[in-house]
């Protein structure tokens, strides 16, 4: 009645099955797992400076105003490793608005985190990673920001989930060079172009 | 000649019977994975991780389930996205983004978490964002090396007429 075949199937079966409830058992539990990490974020200095990045890709960018941030990032996150993290996604992003803009936000920092001895974060007079700068090419019309670390823990297996923590006010300070006009003339070029 | 034998055994109203079952399992496969396209909002909810950009995150062959929803994309999100005229469905991370007051429209800008720049090299010559109809769904879960079958039978073209060809004289052999 029982042949080979189907025995090999029903214990496949099986085995797939408690697999799947496995998996959505430690997907549900896992976001549950409290931690307590500590961080703080604390900006020394902001510049602005117009067109100096060459990106092959980007023909705005060398009329673009970039602004150039120093700061300190001291946070313990190793209490965020569980049994069920692969890694930390960690980032600081700023976010503002801006005349057109509802919501800009913009990562100007991250690191993958993949242990706990990595996770004890220590940066003096780190500058941005990635470069800071407004969808319109200048920073006008935007005074304040925020400065926002986030994590992104990657489970092994299971849910992805955020948690963003503290946030700290920044003032943009303008480029005082008289840098004004090229700007808005690649403005008004650009709006063309798309 | 199996066909002809099964039925002159059982009769023919047997042999359909069986023919709507197999219908019916297809049918309803079907209906499942269209359900929840509807559910998430995306046009294919589970995908397979084909390149290594996301490293050390995701693997070549991790399976990724995407719910996609109604609402603006965040920064940080992994997203799915196609770039138009483009077939490869990308997954990378959401580095920018601009949300037009007027319009709502988004404008984002993505990266892989292992490439040092971002992804204005992969759009469209001159694009330099990608917007919100793009996306094809944010990775919600995932689990590890599930897909990697799906990824040999697309590497190794043999392998798949093999496994067709197993399963198909099986099912010829086994009657009961």
Redesign the interface.
Known sequence: MYNL?QRLSGITSFAMSVLMAL?VII?VITPLIPSSPTHQVTLHNIQTTTGRLM??????SKSAEYARLTFDVDADLSSMFNWNT??L?A?I?ADYDSP????????IWDR?I?NKRQAKLRLRKHHNK?SFRN?ALTFEGIERANLTL?I?P?P?????Y?KSMLSIPIEIPRALEPTDKPGHKAKGKRKS?R | MDVLLHAKKYGVRSLLLQGLTFLSVLTSAFMIWKGLALFTNSESPVVVVLSGSME??YYRGDILFLHNGYT?I?????VVYKVEGKEVPIVH?V????????T?KQ?LLTKG?NNSA?D??L?NP?Q?WIQRDDIIGR??????YAGMGTIWMNDYPQLKMGLLGTLCI?SLF?ND
């Not at chain 2, 580095?95 to 007027?102: A, G, I, L, P």
């Open positions: 075949l998996a997907s990106d092959p890709y980007d023909k705005t692969k890694l996604f980032y992003t057109k803009f509802d919501t800009n936000r913009v990562v993958i993949r990635y969808y986030h992104n990657v092994y297996l299971g849910l992805m955020d172009g | 050390p995150a603006p965040e920064v940080g999100e992994v991370r580095m920018k983004v601009h949300t037009e007051s007027e709502n404008y978490d971002d204005r090299g759009y001159g330099l990775v919600k879960g995932f689990v590890p099986l086994s």
